[in-house]
């Protein structure tokens, strides 16, 4: 079984920052990508950032120039560096990754994070 643990949301400022950590765990094999949703009240569930295997990297609009995501493949760990908070930032965060396993690994699935929480208010 795969794990994906999200830290390092919290309450913060307009214009603040915070960094956010995502650690797999479990029966790994390989990770193709990992990446940052997020959803906010009564909204759609949306990209925020991603990071593939080969270093690409996808970001939402408004993001760009806000957020960095970055990965260290020793920890298995994704972040997001989120800088200049606006209050429309503030949802639930959910780490994402597709992962293959050692007993298939051809065999790739899609799994998420429990999701933290961060919101951006004065």
């Known amino acids: 079984q795969v794990q994906l643990v999200e830290s390092g949301g919290g309450l913060v400022q307009p214009g603040g920052s915070l960094r956010l950590s995502c650690a797999a765990s479990?029966?790994?094999?390989?990770?193709?990508?990992m990446g940052w949703y997020r959803q906010a009240p009564g909204k759609e569930r949306e990209l925020v950032a991603r990071l593939g295997s080969g270093g690409s990297t996808n970001y939402a609009d408004s993001a760009k120039g806000r957020f960095t995501i970055s990965r260290e493949n020793a920890k298995n760990t994704v972040y997001l560096q989120m800088n200049s908070l606006k209050p429309e930032d503030t949802a639930v965060y959910y780490c994402?990754?597709?992962?293959?396993?050692?007993?298939?690994?051809?065999?790739?699935?899609?799994?998420w994070g429990q999701g933290t929480q961060v919101t951006v208010s004065s």
């Open positions: 994402h990754a597709l992962v293959s396993t050692p007993t298939q690994p051809s065999n790739w699935s899609q799994y």
């Open positions: 479990g029966s790994i094999f390989s990770i193709g990508f």
